[in-house]
């Protein structure tokens, strides 16, 4: 529901001023940002003073609903095209419909408002023009002289001094009007600088990523090819054995070679995980039997030195929802390293599943402990930074694997904390969610009836309520209408009426949303995340909706 709140006649520079001033103040009541108060307040300026210059008077009413702050300009004309060109840069929506422009700018939809208070605050701030008063006090001077003929010269004395506080007065509107002028084209030309950079940043980080996979795939087969010819002519059995000091220098290229091809692989790694190229497929994954894989894989690391890899699977879960390819990838990181840094003692794998939490439900805590030598405190953000190494301690390697396994666990809804010491080795905890998410009341909207039956069985065991939409008019009466409050929406990307894209603009933003769709498209801003409807399954479907369970609730 839309309530006005306060409406104001702007005819003149003075009535630009107080325009200013009661956008600024209903955006300061709402708790906008203080870049969004200038916004607001720069947009009501431009465009009454676009009007007044043009010789037209508009009538601002200043107003809120639900979502939004609502300012409504009707003008004596057409309205002016620089001061809407002007608003539409500032304000988030700018819609003209014949001599009314309406604007709106979003405003947080936590905040309590008392509506009767900020009227009050608005009253308050609405100025007397040097006009207004001047007209009140003409009139006042007229009635005199038809009653004291006898103080004519007087008034006209008065009169005169009035008219000239009055050209004062204006002369001093005018020259803010310049100002405030000046200070608003500045607003508008800096936003439309920071739009331009935002949008160079965003070509540069796509050519990073470009050059990144394109060099690192460029590389990798000369490389392999490198090794491969290395290992031919070490092989023992070929004909023309190498001498001695010939096979130590091939070994030694060959070792250089396989450093270059890791270096290249975890570039690739990383270029994907920051360029969102990497394909996530959840999965039951058999968690003693990946535990077993990685303890066979290495092993042959500590070959040569007294170390030995435990594997503790005591309170480990027989299974867990996630993806085998990622996690694996991000143990085997963690393993590598811990053997790496430990000379002598043990890197310990250990695993158990924490008490469920009142927001997040339970996790899984995955654990890779060694006895090695330790990091300082003071380093330890630094670990999780691109190709950053321990100063001092040279063990080999890119500097990539943490960074990478960090990316990895928060793409799989979880995250990585590393707590170590110098001389008491290093322990790092992968915490990942787990256990099947409880939801209360789903909402499905889907034009498609067999489609909305095929979530339904996959929603069973998830969900305690379904509600079926044919569409998003539908479904937005359906919410209005609901006995219980709605946790989730699942919704249609397209479809007749009001599809899924604007279906999420008008839920509450309380209110999660996924939207599932045929088309190979990114998510929109507002859903909390996509499903393709050619990829979909129920774990896929499970893995996701705990995701966005987990961070809702955060």
Known sequence: ?????????????????????????????????????????????????????????????????????????????????????????????????????????????????????????????????????????????????????????????????????NRGVMALYSELSEELEQTN???????????????????ASESKDRFWANVSHELRTPLNSIIGLTKLLADPTAEGTLDAER???????????????????????VAKAESGQLHIDPARVNLHALFGRLSALVRPMTEGKP??????????????????????????????????????G??????????????????????VKDTGIGIPASLHSHVFEEFYQVPGIRRGGTGLGLPYASRLARILGGNLELASAPGSGTTVVLDLPHGTPAVGTVLVADDDAGFRQVLKGMLAPLADRLI??????????????????????????????????????KLPASVPAIIITGADVPAPPRAAALLRKDELTPDRLEFTIRGVLREAAQ
């Open 247 to 269: 096979l130590y220098q091939v070994d030694l290229i060959k070792n250089s070679g396989t450093v270059l091809l890791t270096l290249v692989n975890d570039l690739l790694d």
């Open 346 to 367: 043990e890197v310990r794998l250990s695993a158990h599943v924490t008490a469920p939490d009142p927001n997040k439900g339970p996790s899984l805590v995955i654990t």
């Open 468 to 505: 079926e939409a044919e569409d998003g008019h539908q479904a937005l009466a359906l919410l209005a209408a609901s006995s219980s409050p709605v946790d989730l929406v699942l919704a249609d990307m397209r479809m007749p009426g009001l599809d899924g894209i604007a279906l999420l603009a």
């Open 185 to 203: 084209r500045g607003v508008v030309a800096l936003y439309a600088e920071l739009d331009e950079k935002s949008e160079r940043l965003r070509v």
């Open 1 to 165: 529901m839309i309530t006005e709140l306060a409406r104001l006649d702007v005819r003149d520079l003075p009535g630009v001023y107080a325009a200013r001033q009661l956008g600024r103040t209903l955006a300061a009541s709402l708790d906008l940002e203080p870049q969004d108060q200038i916004r607001v307040a720069t947009a009501v300026s431009e465009i009454s003073r676009s009007a007044v210059t043009a010789g037209r008077g508009a009538v601002l009413a200043f107003g809120i609903d639900d979502f939004a702050l609502l300012l409504t300009a009707t003008f004596d004309g057409a309205p002016p095209d620089e001061g809407v060109a002007a608003a539409s840069r500032l304000m988030d929506k700018v819609v003209t419909d014949g001599r009314v422009v309406r604007m709106t700018k979003r405003r947080p939809p936590d905040v309590l408002l008392d509506r009767p208070l900020v009227k009050e605050q608005l009253a308050a701030v609405l100025p007397q023009s040097a006009t207004d008063e001047l007209r009140r006090q003409n009139q006042d001077l007229i009635s005199a002289l038809d009653d004291l003929k006898r103080q004519q010269e007087q008034l006209i004395a008065l009169n005169s001094e009035l008219a000239e506080t």
């Open 307 to 344: 170390v030995a890899i435990i594997v503790s699977e005591d309170g480990a879960p027989d299974t867990i929802l996630t993806d085998e390819v990622a996690l694996t990838s991000i143990l085997r990181n963690l393993l590598s390293n811990a053997i790496k840094y430990t000379d002598r």
